[in-house]
C-alpha cells in the first residue's frame, strides 16, 4: 500500500526558512517521478516543484524559483522540500505526490497523495 507522509510545516517568519520531507513506503521509491503541489487557503492546486527518480531532473514555479530546493534520499526513500526566503504567499496546505512515471515535472500523471503539511507564513 502506497503512502506519503509530509512533515515540517508550521510557522515560520517571512524571510524565514522551512525543511519539508515526505516519506514514502509501499513501492520502489527510486523508480518515479515526485513532486512537492501546495493549495493556498481559497485557492486551487499549484504544482511548486518536481524531480526526476534518480534527481537528475529538478523543476520549479516560477513563484518559488531561486528560493526552494526540491531534493531526494533514495536510500531513505524520503523527499524534501527546502523553502528559504519564505512570503506570505508561501502559505499553504503543502502536499507531497508520486508520479506514475521515472520522469516528470508535472501534477499530470501524478497517482498517489499524501494528507499535506501546513505552513504559515507571517509575522
Known amino acids: 500500500q502506497v503512502q506519503l507522509v509530509e512533515s515540517g510545516g508550521g510557522l515560520a517568519q517571512p524571510g524565514g526558512s522551512l525543511r519539508l520531507s515526505c516519506a514514502a513506503s509501499?513501492?520502489?521509491?527510486?523508480?518515479?517521478?515526485m513532486s512537492w503541489a501546495r493549495q493556498a487557503p481559497g485557492k486551487g492546486l499549484e504544482w511548486v516543484s518536481g524531480?526526476?527518480?534518480?534527481?537528475?531532473?529538478?523543476y520549479y514555479a516560477d513563484s518559488v524559483k531561486g528560493r526552494f530546493t526540491i531534493s531526494r534520499d533514495n536510500a531513505k526513500n524520503t523527499l524534501y522540500l527546502q523553502m528559504n526566503s519564505l512570503k506570505p504567499e508561501d502559505t499553504a496546505l503543502y502536499y507531497c505526490?508520486?508520479?506514475?512515471?521515472?520522469?516528470?515535472?508535472?501534477?499530470?500523471?501524478?497517482?498517489?497523495w499524501g494528507k499535506g503539511t501546513l505552513v504559515t507564513v507571517s509575522s
Open positions: 505526490a508520486k508520479d506514475s512515471s521515472s520522469r516528470a515535472a508535472s501534477l499530470d500523471d501524478v497517482d498517489y
Open positions: 509501499g513501492f520502489t521509491f527510486s523508480s518515479y517521478a
Open positions: 524531480i526526476y527518480n534518480d534527481g537528475s531532473g529538478t
